[in-house]
């Protein structure tokens, strides 16, 4: 399972961002999946659960979002979704055309708060 590996990845990348040392802790990891890249969302999201508290020490929520494949035609400029694997463009059945989504894997945002209230009493 290859997502487990992309996972761990993308767990060494947030640790980067927040160290342990940090006072700040992530809450959530918004990640971007397209259609075309051959990973399946629901195994990342099962290695990121299994994996993301041993590295960050708490838990975490992943915002999974998954992005259809689409691509543009070079003839008539249509953009479109690609279905069933068709890459011709429904209004001037060209097959010469571009992807325009669909194939990424990344890390869009991170949720990071505080670990505690900076505060002071009486302040």
């Known amino acids: ?9 993308l767990l060494v990348q947030i640790r980067e961002v927040v160290t342990p040392r940090s006072p700040r802790c992530v809450r959530a990891v918004h990640l971007t999946v397209g259609e075309f890249t051959g990973v399946e969302p629901e195994l990342v999201r099962s290695a990121f659960e299994e994996l993301a508290p041993a590295v960050l020490h708490h838990s975490v929520q992943l915002q999974l979002q998954v992005v259809r494949l689409a691509a543009r035609c070079r003839a008539c400029a249509l953009e479109f979704d690609v279905e069933r694997f068709h890459f011709v463009c429904p209004s001037c059945a060209c097959d010469n055309v571009d992807i325009i989504a669909g194939e990424q894997f990344e890390l869009t945002s991170l949720t990071i708060e505080p670990l505690f209230d900076a505060a002071r009493p009486g302040d």
Not at 1 to 9: F, N
């Open 1 to 9: 399972m290859h997502e487990r590996g992309l996972v761990s990845g």
